[in-house]
T-cell receptor
Framework: DAGVIQSPRHEVTEMGQEVTLRCKPI?????LFWYRQTMMRGLELLIY????????DSGMPEDRFSAKMPNASFSTLKIQPSEPRDSAVYFC????????????FGPGTRLTVT | GEDVEQSLFLSVREGDSSVINCTYT??????LYWYKQEPGAGLQLLTY?????DMKQDQRLTVLLNKKDKHLSLRIADTQTGDSAIYFC??????????????FGQGTTLQVKP
């Protein structure tokens, strides 16, 4: 299994631009999570989906952030417009659910907004 | 409170044992997890323990759970320089609104000196 795939691995953009981060979960996993990691705030859960339906988006910072999961094998996290304070590493994770709900993380996208 | 607490830093000598500690808050937590994050990488699931267990061993890793004190520890025997990383503990809480969601601690940076 290829694991969770994220693209791009690195993104540098200017303030005000739209940024789209992509994630392909592990096949057969019913849950998908988006996290953000910074030195100041640590690891934050932004949103998660179960069977492509958003379950909890209380961690999404503000309306500039949106996430979609159009099918079981693809999700996007969009920031529009981007700001320098959005600079962080964004992780996608997936989970089979079932009993233990362990999560498997992708390698992350390092976003720098200048 | 909601927080999962960990000490921020631990330094050991190569060959010694490392013990990383974590306290959690919800007595109804069902599963507890340990993740490892190496520089520039995503979180890697190391092991997890069900809350009706006291101990779980997997090669050099030993997880101890004290439910009374809500205390979880990860012991790494014969610590190697390759074990240098950030270690996160996480809990899965019961509750209809939290199915699938994990609560992460802030991470413990393990430094292994040769």
């Amino acid at each position: 299994d290829a694991g969770v795939i994220q693209s791009p691995r690195h993104e540098v953009t200017e303030m005000g631009q739209e940024v789209t981060l992509r994630c392909k979960p592990i096949s057969g996993h019913d849950y998908l999570f988006w996290y953000r990691q910074t030195m100041m705030r640590g690891l934050e859960l932004l949103i998660y989906f179960n069977n492509n339906v958003p379950i909890d988006d209380s961690g999404m910072p503000e309306d500039r952030f949106s996430a979609k999961m159009p099918n079981a094998s693809f999700s996007t996290l969009k920031i529009q417009p981007s700001e320098p304070r959005d600079s962080a590493v964004y992780f996608c994770a997936s989970s089979p659910g079932l009993l233990s709900y362990e999560q498997y993380f992708g390698p992350g996208t390092r976003l720098t907004v200048t | 409170g909601e927080d999962v607490e960990q000490s921020l830093f631990l330094s050991v000598r190569e060959g010694d044992s490392s013990v990383i500690n974590c306290t959690y808050t919800d007595s109804s937590s069902t599963y507890l997890y340990w993740y490892k994050q190496e520089p520039g990488a995503g979180l890697q699931l190391l092991t997890y323990i069900f809350s009706n267990m006291d101990m779980k061993q997997d090669q050099r890793l030993t997880v101890l759970l004290n439910k009374k004190d809500k205390h979880l520890s990860l012991r790494i025997a014969d610590t190697q320089t390759g074990d240098s990383a950030i270690y996160f503990c996480a809990e899965r809480r019961m509750g209809s609104s939290n199915t699938g969601k994990l609560i992460f601690g802030q991470g413990t940076t393990l430094q292994v000196k040769p």
